[in-house]
């Protein structure tokens, strides 16, 4: 029943994606084929923000439509999130329906989603949707880190006979009959299966949050934070593993030694909403930097009151969370998960303030890799596994609360089921009712759009080397067919050759500059009409004009009088550089190494659930017999 609420959910939100068309909204862009570019594998000019995303849609789009891929990991990060949630409050609360259904509830319905959503952040959703399974998954590895330890106290003890006296020959005994033998092996394998799905299972968590930098760090932390401490170093192997393509390809391209821009910190800063100011807002799970990402919803009075009606039903079971758990296991994911979500809460909000904000750009101009703090709100989401079990917890307490009140005796262990589904409806209804506009494809703003058919004439027609140049300057466009809100380009993932881009972002009236010094050399070199030897020695062997999107030509059209012109339409003109000489690209052992990285974690990506669910099956089947 949770698996297809979850499911009903998630398709709800995205309904207006399961017509034909692609997502390009803001930072979302998918295209019908895209290619294993160096971009693709990380080794670029750029730091590999989109590693290994690019690179197993490059892969996968050959075979299948690259919208539709990112559609279907779209559709399944929301489920996951949601039918996961519930699954946490199921084994940490032994939550009935009723309750695991708001937990659900909490973890698909709130701002967060719809904020990362709307910027185009579809696989940050999916290392967000991983964190429920990933402290499940800690969970589990902790307790049978426990139960290994309390098996072998008990089989260094010694047998002892019922007047207190040491039995050791009856005890030799039965194990010479093998009466004792049988027994003690099943245990140990049944024992041994349990540690193989926990392993597992995280493997496969770590790799699916590891579809982008952020969400492997999301999952790190929550992970490190839950397992044993004598399984502290066992994790962080299989996070490296999960985390190297981004890692491998960081190494190898050079591009994250350098600083970020500190002009970062304050452009991505978390922001206040309607009525709520920054700690508010980011309480009740939003608080993007991004105020045109926002449902509309969000620019009202009804921001406070969904993220008032959120806090409060959170507030209802943070005691019973915190205080309640069968084993000290229990209880220390509970209270780690509360831990982190305080934290999680706090640091975007301290990083808001002047002195926090100084404190950030110091880090990220003295400290290479540090501009992944640079959009502090995104590690909300190590709030969404605490607030889904205190939401549950919530739920089953305030209808314990009502039945005893209701039967004028002492308040029962469990509320009857009756009272308590009508109290989850209620608790649905102050999440969803609030943040209506989430439904839909938030309102609609998340559609797809069909591209021209220039564009795939223009892949076609990239048939020689060099990079590709792209006209007018700057990465962002606004095509008459993507709507009215700026994209991405979707020129790199659309092409064959890596296509230059400067990285610098406009936000906030300001603009952050990226790492491509490579790129901004052509651009300017675009704009003040240089020669094409010049581009050519810059190892540019295409330009590539879009000529339905507003931003800066300059003297480009003294550039492109020169060179020769191998298609045009009304929407794209593409141009080709004679002589070029190719340069930034990467060796052969480099794409060798980062390819296989990238083998590793598809490996544990498919293998870690699948091992999982095959542990957990044969775990049952020795249960039943």
């Known amino acids: 029943m949770a698996a297809g609420y979850s499911a009903a959910g998630a398709l709800l939100v995205t309904a207006p994606l399961l017509a034909p068309g692609y997502l390009l909204l803001r930072d979302a862009v998918s295209t019908p084929r895209s290619y294993p570019t160096d971009s693709a594998l990380g080794l670029g000019d750029a730091a590999p923000r989109a590693v290994p995303q690019d690179a197993l849609l490059a892969v996968l789009s050959a075979f299948v439509d690259g919208g539709l891929l990112v559609k279907a990991i779209l559709v399944v990060a929301l489920w996951a999130a949601a039918y996961g949630a519930a699954a ?15 937990a659900a509830t909490v973890a698909l319905w709130n701002p967060y989603v719809a904020e990362r959503l709307l910027q185009g952040h579809w696989s940050l959703l999916a290392g967000y949707a991983a964190l429920p399974w990933t402290a499940l998954a800690g969970y589990r590895l902790r307790s049978t880190a426990t139960a290994k330890r309390r098996r072998r106290t008990l089989s260094n003890a010694p047998a002892q006979s019922p007047d207190g006296s040491i039995a050791p020959a009856a ?78 390809a960081t190494a190898l391209s050079g591009a994250g030694a350098e600083p970020s821009d500190p002009a970062g910190i304050a452009a991505f800063a978390a922001r206040g909403e309607p009525g709520l100011g920054t700690l508010g807002s980011l309480a009740g799970l939003g ?8 449902p ?17 039903i959170v507030a209802l079971g943070v005691r019973a969370v915190a205080t309640g758990g069968a084993d000290p296991d229990n209880r220390h994911v509970r209270r780690a998960l509360l831990l982190l979500a305080a934290v999680a809460i706090l640091f975007p909000a301290l990083g808001a303030t002047a002195w926090g904000m100084s404190a950030l750009e110091w880090l990220v101009a003295h400290m290479p890799g540090a501009g992944l703090l640079r959009d502090t709100q995104k590690y909300v989401a190590l709030a969404m596994p605490a607030y889904a079990l205190c939401a549950a917890a919530g739920c089953a307490v305030t209808a314990r609360r009502l039945s005893s009140r209701a039967e004028s005796a002492d308040r029962p262990a469990t509320a009857p089921p009756a009272v308590t589904s009508t109290v989850a409806v209620v608790f649905v ?22 591209y021209p058919a220039g564009w795939q004439q223009v892949a076609d027609r990239v048939d020689g080397p060099g990079d590709i140049a792209v006209l007018p300057g700057g990465m962002f466009r606004k095509f008459r067919y993507s709507g009215a809100v700026p994209v991405l380009d979707p020129a790199p993932r659309m092409l064959p050759n890596d296509v230059l881009q400067t990285g610098e972002l406009p936000v906030r009236g300001r603009t952050v500059s990226g790492e491509g010094t490579r790129a901004r050399e052509v651009e300017t070199l675009l704009l003040r009409g240089g020669s094409p030897e010049e581009l050519a020695r810059l190892g540019v062997g295409w ?17 492109l009088a020169r060179v020769e ?38 490996a544990m ?15 049952r089947s020795r249960t039943r017999n």
């Open 171 to 248: 005890r030799r005994e039965d194990e010479r009959s093998g009466k004792a033998r049988l027994p003690v092996f099943a245990a140990a394998q049944h024992a041994n299966l349990r540690v193989v799905s926990a392993w597992a299972a995280l493997a496969g968590s770590l790799a699916a949050a590891g579809l982008t930098p952020t969400g492997a760090l999301l999952a790190g932390v929550t992970a490190f934070a839950l397992v044993h401490r004598r399984q502290l170093l066992a994790a962080l192997v299989v996070w490296l593993a999960a985390s190297a393509p981004w890692l491998v």
């Open 543 to 559: 330009v590539l004009v879009e000529r339905t999107t507003p931003g800066p030509l300059g003297e480009s059209a003294a550039t």
């Open 565 to 602: 012109r191998v298609y045009e339409d009304t929407d794209l003109a593409l141009y080709r550089v004679p002589g070029v000489i190719e340069r930034g690209r990467s060796t052969t052992a480099h794409r060798a190494v980062a390819a296989a990285a990238h083998l590793l974690w598809g």
């Open 88 to 102: 946490l409050a199921r084994e940490l609360l032994r939550a009935s329906l009723g309750p695991q259904l708001v």
């Open 296 to 312: 509309d919803s969000r620019t009202t009075p009804l921001a406070a009151i969904g993220t008032l009606a959120l806090l409060a």
């Open 429 to 450: 209804a102050l999440l969803v009712l609030p943040l209506y506009d989430l439904a839909w494809g938030a309102g609609g703003a998340v559609r797809p759009v069909r």
């Open 287 to 294: 608080g993007i930097w991004n105020a045109e990402a926002v």
């Open 605 to 619: 990506l498919v293998a870690g659930p699948v091992a999982a669910l095959g542990a957990r099956a044969r775990l």
